[in-house]
């Protein structure tokens, strides 16, 4: 019953914005931490950032620190990564994650840096 659905993917150009967003259900939300990773090909799924249940602490990885954001509204069950200034390093699938008594994940969302 747990879902978590990505969308917000697409083309983005170098020193542009992209905003991606997770929406949860079938569970209480508010009450866990959340997580975006991504993978490219031929490549290890990676952490990207973090999120604390209320917001208040957020954790990223050092590739993408000062230019992502991550962020949450608890009241709409909805996480959102802003990638601002993305390079070509970051294009990969991005999947949102719940840690709950079991790893949840969604089906991914497509981002392709490109000029």
């Known amino acids: 019953q747990v879902q978590l659905v990505e969308s917000g993917g697409g083309m983005v150009q170098p020193g542009g914005s992209l905003r991606l967003s997770c929406a949860a259900s079938?569970?209480?939300?508010?009450?866990?931490?959340m997580r975006w990773y991504r993978q490219a090909p031929g490549k290890e799924r990676e952490l990207v950032a973090g999120?604390?249940?209320?917001?208040?602490?957020?954790n990223y990885a050092g590739s993408v620190k000062g230019r992502f954001t991550i962020s949450r509204d608890n009241a709409k069950n909805l996480m959102y990564l802003q990638m601002n200034s993305p390079e070509s390093e970051d294009t990969a699938v991005y999947y949102c994650?719940?840690?709950?008594?079991?790893?949840?994940w969604g089906q991914g969302t497509q981002v392709t840096v490109s000029s």
């Open positions: 079938g569970f209480t939300f508010s009450t866990y931490a």
């Open positions: 999120s604390s249940s209320s917001g208040g602490s957020t």
């Open positions: 994650n719940a840690a709950l008594r079991a790893n949840y």
